[in-house]
């Protein structure tokens, strides 16, 4: 049974393979670090209460002790945040990316993100990968869905280099996680910030002609400077599990600045009269499609208690 510790951790998971651990050490400068391989000590009981995650997994901050050229984990740290696809602990900002070209915007994918993300209480940064090729109208259609939201938005192009100081900027001492459907380019970016990232590249698809840089394990990468980054791969859905329907609106941080002129304390801001938040929406202070998709997102949520 490993312990669970409370001192300054030594070390962070930054990769899980083979039954094996590779750390990086907690001081200094996180890019100028050898990789250390571990394993745990003693016999890897399951889970711990209430957790959906490994005892050890990427993101974990643990001690160790290094032993005869080999490492051992002794103790993991209480995690501040669990991720469960892809597993990582302790991950603090997400990073969301659409583009700004192909593929066209996923808004009901990009709002459950966002709401994830605050469900678990992490930083959201938003960005708008391939400017280089963007489309107007696409454009237009991100100011819109972004209006009154309290994220940084970063426009990027991992082709021209435009945004990648901001991007870096944003991530530099934190650990974040990249975010998106597939094909926004969030490996690309990755590959131009991170000297020797390689992710694998995958034959060029048949039926979309575009080369693609599939990511298989998860990783933690080092921004040269601070911070850690994962890639992950591209996904099309997210569920809704585990949040309540009166949890819903404090998930959309926009409504915040409203919500306590309206009527009723435990407005959801749909059928009730005297809605700040609604009234806002009449006055286009807050996005019409993040708050359609909001609706979408209650009656999804009203329609499983139903069972
Ligand atoms: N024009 C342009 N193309 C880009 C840019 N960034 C990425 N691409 C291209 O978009 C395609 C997809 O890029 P990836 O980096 O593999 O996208 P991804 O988000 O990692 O995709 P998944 O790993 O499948 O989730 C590749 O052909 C890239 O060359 C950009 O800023 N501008
Ligand atoms: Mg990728
Ligand atoms: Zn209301």
Redesign the pocket.
Known sequence: MIERGNGVPSGLVVKAYGGFFYLKKLTGDNNNQPLIVATVRGKLKLSTANSELPPVVVGDKVDFIEDNAAAVIVKVHPRSSELIRPPIANIDQVVV?CAA?VPVPDFQLMDRITVRAEAEKLAVVIVI??I??AREEILGQLQQHLRGLPYPVIK????TGEGLTDLKQALLGRISVMA?P????????LMKLIPDYEPKIQDVSQKTA??????KHVELLAIPGSGYIADT??FSNINLDQIELAELPLLFPEFADYRLDCKFSSCMHIPEPDCAVKQALAEEKLSASRYRNYCQMVAEIQAQRKW
């Open positions: 990316v070209s990968n391939k280089d090729s990027t192009s991992a082709v998106g597939s094909g926004v380019g969030k490996s690309s970016l575009r080369g693609r840089h599939t990511t791969p591209g």
